[in-house]
């Protein structure tokens, strides 16, 4: 007989990402829903997939402010008047999602390509050689 966990990777994962990630976490009935993505560093860019399965590219944006790359989704209820249903049960996601990765200020929006297809977004963040000036370390007074 399995034991489960109080530590179990759902519970770790969902302490990690609202600890650490600046993207609001979602939830529905069935549990968190957030997009799933992985990350890839090539020479010369950063290429990105996120999960969105059954969202239509018409639905998903993405825009570029102040260095952060933000991906929108949205999928509607179907309407059960116009389609003569009764929905019995839902446990696919329903609404707008949200995610947002920094990506530099001196990336430029024209220089990052995105593709969606067979539900899966990729983009491409080109690397920008990026060279801030060294602050000088000063003394904080502590009271």
Same mark, same amino acid.
């Given at each position: ?6 530590? %179990? ?5 969902? =302490? ?21 993505? /992985?990350?890839?560093? =090539? ?15 018409? #639905? ?24 003569? =249903? ?19 200020? /001196?990336?430029?929006?024209? /220089? ?5 297809? #067979? ?9 920008? /050689?990026? %060279? ?12």
């Amino acid at each position: 007989m399995l034991v489960p966990s109080l530590f %179990n990777d759902h519970f770790v994962n969902d =302490f990690f990402e609202s600890a650490f990630d600046r993207t609001p976490s979602l939830f529905h009935a069935s549990g968190s829903t957030q997009m799933a993505s /992985d990350i890839k560093e =090539f020479k010369d860019h950063y290429e990105m997939s996120l999960e969105l399965p059954g969202f239509e590219k018409e #639905n998903v944006t993405a825009s570029l402010k102040d260095g952060y790359l933000t991906i929108d989704a949205s999928r509607k209820e179907e309407s059960s008047e116009e389609n003569s =249903f009764t929905l019995i049960r839902r446990e696919r996601f329903v609404g707008q999602l949200e995610r947002t990765f920094y990506v530099g200020e /001196d990336v430029k929006q024209e /220089d990052i390509k995105a593709k969606f297809e #067979n539900g899966v977004l990729t983009v491409q963040v080109p690397k920008v /050689d990026y %060279n801030p000036e060294l602050e000088t370390a000063r003394s904080i007074a502590i009271e």
